[in-house]
C-alpha cells in the first residue's frame, strides 16, 4: 500500500513539475516566438548579474513583481466569488492532467509501474468533465467582478464553450468507436500498431478530419488566437479578468498556459500516438538497447557539440558588442552545451552497448517520455505559431464556423466512421 501511495505521489509530483515548469518556458517562447514573427528583438532587459539569456530571466521577473504587486479589488464585486475565480480556473487546469500517460510503464524490482497517475476507465470522459469546470470559474469572474467589458467576456466564453465542445465531443466518437475504449493508455497503445505492417496507426492517420476538427476545437477551448474573444482586448478589454490584479491575475495568466500545456498533450495522446515511437514498439528497444544506447549518446555528443559551436563562434565573431556582461552570454551558452557534450561523451566509459535487462527496460521508459514530451512541446510551439500568424475571427463568424462548419463535419465524421467499423 505505501509503495502504492509514494509512486502515485511521484507521478502527480513529475506532472506538476512539467505543467508548472513548462509556463515559464512558454511565456519566454511567446515573446521571443511573438517578436520573431514581427521582425523585433523581444524582452532582453531584465538580468541577473548581468545575465539576461535572450530574455529568459523576464518570466522570473515576472513572477515576482506579480508577488509583491498590490492586490487591487473593485468596489461593488462580490467578494467571495471574486476571489475564488481564479482559483478555480487554475485548479482545473492542473487536475485535468490526472489521466494523461506520459509513458507505458516503469520497472523497479520486477515490477510495473504505470505511467499515469489515474489509469481510469472512462478517462476522456474524466477529462472533458474536469475540463468544461473551468469555464465556472471563468464565468464566476465575469459575474462578480461588477464590470460589463469582464461580463461580456463571461458570457463570450460560455457560448464558445457550448459551441465547440459539442463538435470537439463527436471528433473523438470516431477515435474511440475504432480502439473501443474509453481508457486513454487503451487509445495510447493501439496506436502503437502498424496498418499494413508500415503505416503507424495513429489517430491522425485513421481520423485525419476528426484529428484536423479537435485541434479546432482546442484552440476555442483553450481561448487562443483566432479564438480569443472572451479577451478581446481591443473590443472589451481584457475581458473576463480585466478587474484582476497581482496574483490572482497571474493564476488567471498561469491557468491560460496549463490549459494548452493540457490541450497539446491531448492531440499527443489522442492522434499522434502518445509516448509511442513510430517503428519503434518497447519490446524493440528492449531488445536492441544494446545499440539503441550507444547511437542516442553518439547523437546527443554530436547535437551538442554542433550546438556549441554554433554559440562560441558568435561569442569570437561579436565580442565587445554590447560593451557589458550580455558579450559574456554565448560563450556561457557554448561552454554549457560543451559540457553535455562531453558528459554524453564520457559515458562511453560506462560501456553503455552492455547494458543489461533492467537498463534497457530503463532506457526504454525513458525513450518513451522523452517522446511524449518531445510532442508536448511542439504543439505548444504550434500553439505560439497560430497565435501570431493568424487574425482573430469576429463573434459572428466565431459562431458560423462552430455551428455551420465543424459540427456538420463532424457529425458526418462520425456516421461514416460508424458504417465503416460495422462493416469491417
Same mark, same amino acid.
Given at each position: 500500500?505505501?509503495?502504492?501511495?509514494?509512486?502515485?505521489?511521484?507521478? +502527480?509530483?513529475?506532472?506538476?513539475?512539467l505543467?508548472?515548469?513548462?509556463?515559464?518556458?512558454?511565456?519566454?517562447?511567446?515573446?521571443?516566438?511573438?517578436?520573431?514573427?514581427?521582425?523585433?528583438?523581444?524582452?532582453?532587459?531584465?538580468s541577473?548579474?548581468?545575465i539576461?539569456?535572450?530574455?529568459?530571466?523576464?518570466?522570473?521577473?515576472?513572477?515576482?513583481?506579480l508577488?509583491?504587486?498590490?492586490?487591487?479589488?473593485?468596489?461593488?464585486?462580490h467578494?467571495?466569488?471574486y476571489?475564488?475565480?481564479?482559483?478555480?480556473?487554475?485548479f482545473?487546469? %492542473?487536475?485535468?492532467?490526472?489521466? +494523461?500517460?506520459?509513458?507505458?510503464?516503469?520497472?523497479?524490482?520486477?515490477?510495473?509501474?504505470?505511467?499515469?497517475?489515474a489509469?481510469?476507465?472512462?478517462?476522456? %470522459?474524466?477529462?472533458?468533465?474536469?475540463?468544461?469546470?473551468g469555464?465556472?470559474?471563468?464565468v464566476?469572474?465575469?459575474?462578480?467582478?461588477?464590470?460589463?467589458?469582464?461580463?461580456l467576456?463571461?458570457?463570450?466564453?460560455?457560448?464558445?464553450?457550448?459551441?465547440?465542445?459539442?463538435?470537439?465531443?463527436?471528433a473523438?466518437?470516431?477515435?474511440l468507436?475504432?480502439?473501443?475504449?474509453?481508457?486513454?493508455?487503451?487509445?495510447?497503445?493501439?496506436?502503437?500498431?502498424? +496498418?499494413?505492417?508500415?503505416?503507424?496507426?495513429w489517430?491522425?492517420?485513421?481520423?485525419?478530419?476528426? @484529428?484536423?476538427?479537435?485541434?479546432?476545437?482546442?484552440?476555442?477551448?483553450t481561448?487562443?488566437?483566432?479564438?480569443?474573444?472572451?479577451?478581446?482586448?481591443?473590443e472589451?478589454?481584457?475581458?473576463?479578468?480585466?478587474?484582476?490584479?497581482?496574483?490572482?491575475?497571474?493564476l488567471?495568466f498561469?491557468?491560460?498556459?496549463?490549459?494548452?500545456?493540457?490541450?497539446?498533450?491531448?492531440?499527443?495522446?489522442?492522434?499522434?500516438g502518445?509516448?509511442?515511437?513510430?517503428?519503434?514498439?518497447?519490446?524493440?528497444?528492449t531488445?536492441?538497447?544494446d545499440?539503441?544506447?550507444p547511437l542516442?549518446?553518439?547523437?546527443?555528443a554530436?547535437?551538442?557539440?554542433?550546438?556549441?559551436?554554433?554559440?562560441?563562434?558568435r561569442?569570437?565573431?561579436?565580442?565587445?558588442k554590447?560593451?557589458?556582461?550580455?558579450?559574456?552570454?554565448?560563450?556561457?551558452?557554448?561552454?554549457?552545451?560543451?559540457?553535455?557534450? @562531453?558528459?554524453?561523451?564520457?559515458?562511453?566509459? %560506462?560501456?553503455?552497448?552492455?547494458?543489461?535487462?533492467?537498463?534497457?527496460?530503463?532506457?526504454?521508459?525513458?525513450?518513451?517520455?522523452?517522446?511524449?514530451?518531445?510532442?508536448?512541446?511542439?504543439?505548444?510551439?504550434?500553439?505560439?505559431?497560430?497565435?501570431?500568424?493568424?487574425?482573430r475571427?469576429?463573434?459572428?463568424?466565431?459562431?458560423?464556423?462552430?455551428?455551420?462548419?465543424?459540427?456538420? %463535419?463532424?457529425?458526418?465524421?462520425?456516421?461514416?466512421?460508424?458504417?465503416?467499423?460495422? +462493416?469491417?
Amino acid at each position: 500500500m505505501m509503495e502504492l501511495v509514494v509512486a502515485t505521489l511521484l507521478k +502527480i509530483v513529475f506532472m506538476l513539475v512539467l505543467v508548472i515548469g513548462l509556463i515559464p518556458v512558454l511565456v519566454w517562447a511567446e515573446r521571443k516566438g511573438s517578436a520573431f514573427i514581427q521582425d523585433r528583438t523581444g524582452p532582453n532587459r531584465a538580468s541577473v548579474a548581468g545575465i539576461r539569456l535572450g530574455g529568459l530571466v523576464h518570466p522570473i521577473a515576472d513572477v515576482v513583481k506579480l508577488l509583491f504587486k498590490e492586490d487591487v479589488r473593485p468596489d461593488g464585486v462580490h467578494g467571495f466569488l471574486y476571489a475564488l475565480a481564479p482559483f478555480v480556473v487554475f485548479f482545473v487546469a %492542473l487536475v485535468t492532467y490526472a489521466v +494523461i500517460p506520459f509513458g507505458d510503464y516503469l520497472e523497479v524490482g520486477g515490477r510495473q509501474i504505470p505511467l499515469v497517475v489515474a489509469d481510469l476507465n472512462v478517462g476522456i %470522459l474524466y477529462v472533458f468533465a474536469i475540463a468544461s469546470l473551468g469555464t465556472y470559474g471563468i464565468v464566476m469572474a465575469g459575474w462578480a467582478s461588477n464590470n460589463k467589458y469582464a461580463f461580456l467576456g463571461a458570457l463570450r466564453s460560455t457560448s464558445q464553450m457550448i459551441s465547440y465542445e459539442i463538435s470537439m465531443g463527436l471528433a473523438i466518437m470516431g477515435l474511440l468507436l475504432i480502439f473501443q475504449s474509453l481508457r486513454l493508455t487503451e487509445i495510447v497503445s493501439g496506436q502503437g500498431d502498424l +496498418i499494413w505492417g508500415f503505416l503507424p496507426k495513429w489517430g491522425v492517420v485513421i481520423q485525419p478530419l476528426g @484529428a484536423l476538427l479537435f485541434i479546432t476545437a482546442i484552440f476555442a477551448e483553450t481561448n487562443r488566437t483566432p479564438f480569443d474573444l472572451p479577451e478581446g482586448e481591443s473590443e472589451i478589454v481584457a475581458g473576463y479578468h480585466l478587474e484582476y490584479s497581482s496574483m490572482k491575475f497571474a493564476l488567471f495568466f498561469m491557468a491560460e498556459y496549463a490549459n494548452m500545456v493540457i490541450g497539446a498533450a491531448l492531440i499527443a495522446t489522442l492522434f499522434f500516438g502518445g509516448w509511442n515511437i513510430p517503428w519503434l514498439s518497447r519490446q524493440t528497444i528492449t531488445a536492441g538497447a544494446d545499440t539503441l544506447l550507444p547511437l542516442v549518446l553518439g547523437l546527443q555528443a554530436v547535437v551538442s557539440g554542433v550546438i556549441a559551436w554554433l554559440f562560441f563562434r558568435r561569442a569570437v565573431r561579436e565580442r565587445g558588442k554590447f560593451g557589458d556582461a550580455r558579450d559574456r552570454e554565448p560563450g556561457l551558452l557554448g561552454g554549457f552545451f560543451a559540457v553535455v557534450g @562531453a558528459l554524453s561523451l564520457a559515458s562511453f566509459a %560506462l560501456a553503455p552497448w552492455r547494458v543489461g535487462p533492467a537498463g534497457a527496460s530503463l532506457f526504454a521508459t525513458l525513450l518513451q517520455v522523452g517522446a511524449f514530451v518531445g510532442k508536448v512541446v511542439f504543439f505548444c510551439w504550434f500553439f505560439v505559431w497560430v497565435r501570431w500568424t493568424l487574425p482573430r475571427f469576429r463573434y459572428d463568424q466565431l459562431m458560423s464556423l462552430g455551428w455551420k462548419v465543424m459540427l456538420p %463535419l463532424a457529425l458526418a465524421n462520425l456516421v461514416i466512421t460508424a458504417v465503416g467499423v460495422a +462493416i469491417v
